[in-house]
Every structure is written in C-alpha cells, then in structure tokens.
C-alpha cells in the first residue's frame, strides 16, 4: 500500500514538472521570437529601431533566454530522476508481464509494418507582416538574379553530422524521383510523376519568372544565425506537438528573413527529418500550407510520397509571377 502511494506521489510530481516544462518551453519560444523580431528590425533599413535603444533590451532577453534555458535543463533532469526511479520499482510487476507478451509474439510470427505506426507530421506556419496586413497571399523573396541565399543551422545540442547531411540534401539535392501514377492515385494511371528530394533540383526546373527565383543557397553552421533563412535543430519538444514551425517576417509581399524550428530533432529518423525540412523550407520559399492530404505543404504531412512534386514547383513559379493556380488544393 505504501509503495502504491509513493508511486501515485511521484506520478503527481512527473506530470506537475512536464507542465511547469511546457510554460517554460512555450516561454522560451516567446522570448527567442522576440530577440528574432528586434533583429529584423535592426537588418531592414525601412524599419530600423531607435539606434541608442536596443543593446540593453536585446542584452535582457538573452540574460533572461539563457535563465529559462537553464530552468528547462534542471526540470528536465528532475522529471528523468523521478522517471527511472519509478521503473525501477514497478520492474518487478511488469517483466512478467513482459515475458508473456514476448513469448506471445514470437510463437505468433509477428511482424510490425508501416500501416501499425502513425506517420502524421504536424507543423506551423506563421507569417508577420511588417505593415500589418494579414490577407496577404503571395510571399516571396526579391533578390537579385543570380543572388545565394544564405541558409544558417544551429546545432546547440551538437547533433550528429549525418543530421546536418540530412538538412543539407533535403535542400541541395538535385535528384528526381519518377513514382507511377497508379500508387498516387492520379491520371493517366500507367503515367508518371515527377518529384525531387531537395529544393534545389525542384527550383532549378522553373524558368524564368517575375521575381527571381532562389536556386542557390549558401549553408553554413553558426549560433549566431547570421542566413536569411534560419534553421533551429532543437532538442526541445513542442508543447502543442509540432514537429517543425517555420515563422517568416515579410514587408508586404517581399520576404526579409524566415526562422524554422525542428523539434525533438534528436528523435527523428532521417527520413522524418528530411520530410519535415522540406516542408518547412516551402514555407521559407513562400508557400502557404495546402488543403491536399497528399501534399507535402498539407499542414499535416501524411502523404507516403513526402517529396517536392510538379505542383508544389508549379505553385512556386506561380508565386515568383504574382500569379495564382490553387497552391495544390485538392487538385491532382
């Protein structure tokens, strides 16, 4: 009885320490957006700060990110403490339990497969716009023909470089995949489709359109996020459990920088990695979130083909023409 109530206890404490983890985290994300938002600020030349007014604020809100961050790694560590104490204790209820169940599947034969495994991928898109308007549909960067764009990742939790491989390729790579109809449920059935694992070798397909349309990036690893595009490998997990967030600044419809945030990046396979930066990096390029399951822009990225497809390029080229063709909603 007494063993039922210190494991009640603790169970108790787990879940007040994950709650007070979820404000700190959505407090963090708060405080790292703002120090984002005044950075902008100080960058664009038509929105330029108070030149005697930021140091000290900036200065705050990196002294108080660092607190909340050091806060989140203590709770962290206390909610693991209490965690591994609690296995330790029930270990003896629950290996029996465990043997039964092994014994149970082998002499079944059982075998996993990837319709058992919920594959959904939720994300989020968020645009602030400098001028306060909230209708604008057409998002683009306006850059000189020919112009890199500069793509900058931050590693704070060093994650291995097949993780950094894997953001890269799902960017630069140039290969094409041709994937029968008949499996994407489009026509002709005995036809093809064509799709891309990186951005680059999609956009490198578009001609020549008003606004130039990025095909270079430039990649680099820094802390200090110095790219027009920002990439975040956290560790963190979204309290609302999003996988990947990406928040664009734009001055009407010109785009000045994008922010994306990967979250639990440690736990991700690469394929789940690579899905979710391809995603991410659509939105960077412009592109809203579609109302095609099948999509990769869907909000919720549920298509077994999580590649770059002739409708996203298209919806691209529409884009960079301030022109619109549905941003593949529902068509085929």
Request: hydrophobic share 35%.
């Amino acid at each position: 009885m007494q063993i039922d109530q210190q494991t009640s206890d603790k169970a108790r404490s787990i879940k007040q320490l994950k709650l007070q983890l979820s404000v700190l985290t959505k407090e963090l994300n708060k405080t790292t957006e703002q120090l984002q938002l005044l950075e902008i600020h100080e960058e664009s030349s038509n929105h330029l700060l108070d030149n005697d007014a930021p140091p000290e604020e900036i200065s705050d809100l990196i002294r108080k990110q660092n607190k909340i961050s050091h806060e989140i790694i203590t709770v962290k560590k206390k909610i693991q403490k209490l965690s591994a104490r609690t296995i330790l204790k029930a270990e003896l209820i629950v290996l029996p339990i465990l043997a039964v169940l092994i014994f149970y599947v082998v002499s079944n034969h059982y075998q996993a497969n990837s319709a058992d495994i919920s594959n959904d991928i939720k994300t989020r898109y968020l645009i602030e716009n400098l001028q306060g308007q909230t209708d604008v549909t057409h998002k683009y960067w306006n850059i000189a023909k020919g112009t890199p764009l500069t793509v900058s990742i931050i590693n704070p939790d060093q994650l291995s470089q097949e993780k950094i491989n894997t953001v890269e390729d799902a960017i630069l790579s140039t290969d094409a995949l041709y994937i029968d109809n008949s499996l994407l449920g489009k026509t002709p059935s005995d036809g093809k489709s064509e799709y891309f694992k990186g951005w680059k070798g999609a956009l490198s397909t578009i001609p020549d359109t008003e606004f130039y349309v990025p095909t270079d990036f430039n990649i680099v690893e820094s802390n200090d996020g110095p790219g027009q595009i920002v990439i975040v490998l956290s560790q963190l997990e979204d309290p609302d459990g999003y996988s990947g967030y990406t928040r664009s600044i734009v001055d009407n419809s010109q785009i000045l920088k994008s922010f994306i945030t990967i979250y639990d990046a440690d736990k991700l396979t690469d394929n789940q990695l690579a899905t979710i930066v391809r995603h991410e990096f659509g939105h960077a390029l412009g592109l809203p979130h579609t109302s095609d399951p099948q999509d990769l822009m869907h909000a919720t990225i549920q298509t077994d083909y999580p590649y770059i497809s002739e409708c996203d390029v298209a919806a691209i080229q529409s884009l960079y023409n301030n022109t619109d063709n549905g941003f593949c909603n529902d068509i085929q």
